[in-house]
């Protein structure tokens, strides 16, 4: 097997092989929704080599990998088949089951493939989407979609990770309310933020060497468009307030240059209206078009600025 977490009492290469009665094994619950293929079984039962051994669910018997290798023995004549013992539980079984299945020489079809990632979900809802997308043979997005369609919501919490770690689904509210505190708060230790946000120190540390070089507290995904504010002005003020306390951006010609454009544009809903009242109307149309041409180049300048971050991240 792999080096990544396994399901509790995983078999390893270091398990002792067996030889087990054919007769006792237990061929049910198989992913494979159409059963086994019976060209594969009788190229398997004309090798000459003993096949590799099958993994089998200790406690009830169950083939977890090697259904084809015992049909082919049956097919053989054969009464005894080469084994590994897996001992943990029956849903961790179906995983290794899962798994095996998905990396050996006759791969699982695409919809039994789906079909186990989704019995995966209802069974470790705490392993993260790219675990189960590990386990299954399909893509972490398709897992996610899978996750919210079973459960109508996200999953809050915890996940546990292929390295083993759990952590939290939140990560990257709980890091921007790392970045909140850090901000507000310069005298704080790493300690006391992640208390009071849900992290590990050393997080916490990663959101402050972040900040130091402007930024944002999590890598983003992806790149996307802001969209225009729809009332208020306290989110553009706070905004312009971090960015001015920012010393890369104050101590800048530049900087200063972003910083007088942006204040331009924190008007009130109120201010802006007695404004466009104030419009001669024979204006109007050159104003409009002005107003959507700045609309524009700012939307252009978001852009921009989004893929220089994502590239830095």
């Known amino acids: 097997m792999s080096d990544r977490p396994e399901p509790g009492g995983a078999v390893g290469p270091e398990e002792e092989v067996v030889r087990l009665l054919v007769a006792r094994l237990v061929l049910e619950g198989s992913p494979r929704s159409a059963g086994e293929d019976e060209q594969h079984i009788r190229t398997l039962a004309a090798a000459?080599?003993?096949?590799?051994?099958?993994?089998?669910?200790?406690?009830?018997?169950?083939?977890?990998?090697?259904?084809?290798?015992?049909?082919?023995?049956?097919?053989?004549?054969?009464?005894?088949?080469?084994?590994?013992?897996?001992?943990?539980?029956a849903p961790d079984a179906f995983v290794l089951g899962v798994r095996a299945n998905v990396g050996h020489g006759l791969p699982l079809p695409l919809k039994d493939r789906l079909a186990a990632a989704e019995r995966i979900v209802g069974t470790h809802p705490q392993w993260s989407d790219r675990m189960i997308a590990t386990s299954s043979g399909v893509s972490a997005r398709t897992v996610g979609e899978l996750r919210r369609r079973i459960s109508g919501k996200e999953y809050s919490?915890?996940?546990?990770?292929?390295?083993?770690?759990?952590?939290?689904?939140?990560?990257?509210?709980?890091?921007?309310?790392?970045?909140?505190?850090?901000?507000?708060?310069?005298?704080?230790?790493?300690?006391?933020?992640?208390q009071v946000a849900g992290l590990s120190?050393?997080?916490?540390?990663?959101?402050?060497?972040?900040?130091?070089?402007?930024?944002?507290?999590?890598?983003?995904?992806?790149?996307?468009?802001?969209?225009?504010?729809?009332?208020?002005?306290?989110?553009?003020e706070e905004l312009l307030r971090r960015l001015a306390a920012d010393p890369a951006v104050r101590q800048?010609?530049?900087?200063?240059?972003?910083?007088?454009?942006?204040?331009?544009?924190?008007?009130?809903?109120?201010?802006?209206?007695?404004?466009?009242?104030?419009?001669p109307p024979h204006c109007a149309a050159l104003v409009e078009q002005a107003a959507r041409e700045s609309a524009r180049l700012w939307t252009d300048v978001a852009v921009r600025v989004a893929r220089k971050s994502a590239n830095a991240d």
Request: aromatic share 4%; net charge positive; proline share 7%.
């Open 157 to 194: 919490g915890t996940r546990v990770g292929r390295d083993g770690r759990a952590r939290p689904v939140d990560a990257a509210r709980r890091r921007s309310l790392a970045s909140d505190l850090l901000t507000e708060n310069p005298g704080l230790s790493l300690r006391q933020v992640a």
């Open 201 to 236: 120190p050393e997080t916490v540390r990663a959101v402050r060497n972040r900040l130091l070089y402007g930024k944002q507290p999590a890598p983003r995904p992806a790149v996307t468009v802001p969209r225009a504010p729809t009332g208020g002005t306290v989110g553009q």
């Open 48 to 89: 000459e080599e003993e096949l590799p051994p099958i993994i089998v669910h200790q406690a009830t018997m169950r083939v977890i990998d090697g259904a084809h290798r015992v049909r082919a023995a049956r097919l053989r004549g054969e009464q005894v088949i080469a084994a590994r013992y897996f001992r943990g539980s």
């Open 252 to 279: 800048s010609d530049a900087g200063r240059f972003l910083l007088r454009a942006l204040r331009a544009q924190t008007l009130g809903g109120a201010e802006w209206q007695r404004i466009v009242d104030r419009v």
